[in-house]
C-alpha cells in the first residue's frame, strides 16, 4: 500500500551496476561519521581468522586446465548463484579484454558481453580492425555477484586468479572495463589508471595495458563513447589526437 509497492528489482540492480562503474561503491551512512577520529583499538593483537586473507589455491599451469578448474566446484566464486560464464577467444589472441562480471544478459546467452553491449563492443574493436573472434574475452567474477559488484572480501583472491589467466594467455595487449577490474590487475581505481599505459610482466614478456569504461556505461553515458575512443587508441599504440 506504500510508495513501493512497485519495487523493480531489475531497476535497482541496474542503477547499483551504473554506479559501481562510475567508481561509487562506498555506502553512506545515515549516522555521521567522524572520518578524522582514531580507529577503535583491536580487542586482540591477532586478528580473526574471518578477517585474514583467502588463501590462493594451486592454480593450474595449462590454459585449458585452467579454464576447466575455472568453471569447476573449486573455483572461489564456484557457490554464487546463476550460471558461470567461460572465457571465449583464441589462446594465443594478441588481445585480452578483462571484464569484472558476467551481465544479466550474458548467463541466458552463455557467452560475455551479450546483447546490446556485445554490439556496442563489436563496434569497438571494428573501430580498431578486429573482430570478436580474434580476441580473448574473459571476467574476473565467472558468475554474477549480487547486485553486480565484485564483493571487497574476495576481490584479492579473484584478483589473484585473473592474473594467472593473463599470464597464461600471455596477449600484447591487456584492456580492462570497469572499475573493478582496474583494481583486481592493476590495483588502482580505474580513474587514476587511465589515460596512460601500464605494463604486466608474465614468463612470456610484457603485456601493455589499458584501463577503460565498461560498455554499460557509455550506453548509460553516451557522451563518455569519445573518452572510450582515447582509450582504445592509447590501447593500440596511437596516443595522438
Same mark, same amino acid.
Given at each position: 500500500?506504500?510508495?513501493? =509497492?512497485?519495487?523493480?528489482?531489475?531497476?535497482?540492480?541496474?542503477? #547499483?551496476?551504473?554506479?559501481?562503474?562510475?567508481?561509487?561503491?562506498?555506502?553512506?551512512?545515515?549516522?555521521?561519521?567522524?572520518?578524522?577520529?582514531?580507529?577503535?583499538?583491536?580487542?586482540?593483537?591477532? @586478528?580473526?581468522?574471518?578477517?585474514?586473507?583467502? /588463501?590462493?589455491?594451486?592454480? /593450474?599451469?595449462? #590454459?585449458?586446465?585452467?579454464?576447466?578448474?575455472?568453471?569447476?566446484?573449486?573455483?572461489?566464486?564456484?557457490?554464487?548463484?546463476?550460471?558461470?560464464?567461460?572465457?571465449?577467444?583464441?589462446?594465443?589472441?594478441?588481445?585480452?579484454?578483462?571484464?569484472? $562480471?558476467?551481465? *544479466?544478459?550474458?548467463?541466458?546467452?552463455?557467452?560475455?558481453?551479450?546483447?546490446?553491449?556485445? *554490439?556496442?563492443?563489436?563496434?569497438?574493436?571494428?573501430?580498431?580492425?578486429?573482430?570478436?573472434?580474434?580476441?580473448?574475452?574473459?571476467?574476473? $567474477?565467472?558468475?554474477?555477484?549480487?547486485?553486480?559488484?565484485?564483493?571487497?572480501?574476495?576481490?584479492?583472491?579473484?584478483?589473484?586468479?585473473?592474473?594467472?589467466?593473463? =599470464?597464461?594467455?600471455?596477449?600484447?595487449?591487456?584492456?580492462?572495463?570497469?572499475?573493478?577490474?582496474? *583494481?583486481?590487475?592493476?590495483?588502482?581505481?580505474?580513474?587514476?589508471? *587511465?589515460?596512460? =599505459?601500464? @605494463?604486466?610482466?608474465?614468463?612470456?614478456?610484457?603485456? =601493455?595495458?589499458?584501463?577503460?569504461?565498461?560498455?554499460?556505461?557509455?550506453?548509460? @553515458?553516451?557522451?563518455?563513447?569519445?573518452?572510450?575512443?582515447?582509450?582504445?587508441?592509447?590501447?593500440?599504440?596511437?596516443?595522438?589526437?
Amino acid at each position: 500500500m506504500g510508495a513501493y =509497492q512497485n519495487f523493480d528489482a531489475a531497476l535497482v540492480a541496474s542503477a #547499483l551496476d551504473w554506479w559501481s562503474d562510475a567508481g561509487v561503491d562506498l555506502l553512506v551512512e545515515d549516522i555521521a561519521r567522524d572520518w578524522f577520529a582514531a580507529p577503535p583499538l583491536p580487542a586482540s593483537s591477532l @586478528r580473526p581468522a574471518a578477517d585474514a586473507a583467502l /588463501p590462493v589455491p594451486v592454480l /593450474p599451469a595449462t #590454459l585449458e586446465a585452467f579454464a576447466e578448474w575455472r568453471m569447476g566446484p573449486d573455483a572461489p566464486d564456484a557457490g554464487w548463484n546463476g550460471a558461470a560464464v567461460a572465457a571465449s577467444g583464441p589462446a594465443e589472441a594478441a588481445l585480452m579484454v578483462l571484464l569484472d $562480471c558476467p551481465d *544479466r544478459d550474458d548467463g541466458d546467452a552463455g557467452a560475455l558481453l551479450a546483447g546490446i553491449q556485445g *554490439r556496442l563492443f563489436e563496434r569497438m574493436l571494428a573501430a580498431i580492425g578486429l573482430t570478436r573472434d580474434a580476441v580473448h574475452v574473459a571476467a574476473v $567474477c565467472a558468475r554474477r555477484p549480487t547486485a553486480g559488484r565484485m564483493p571487497r572480501e574476495v576481490e584479492a583472491l579473484l584478483g589473484e586468479v585473473a592474473r594467472h589467466h593473463v =599470464q597464461l594467455v600471455a596477449p600484447k595487449r591487456l584492456l580492462l572495463l570497469g572499475n573493478a577490474t582496474s *583494481r583486481a590487475i592493476l590495483g588502482m581505481e580505474r580513474g587514476a589508471a *587511465r589515460g596512460r =599505459q601500464h @605494463r604486466f610482466q608474465h614468463k612470456d614478456g610484457m603485456t =601493455q595495458v589499458v584501463a577503460s569504461l565498461h560498455p554499460r556505461l557509455l550506453i548509460e @553515458r553516451p557522451a563518455m563513447k569519445a573518452e572510450s575512443w582515447r582509450d582504445l587508441r592509447l590501447l593500440m599504440g596511437d596516443a595522438g589526437e
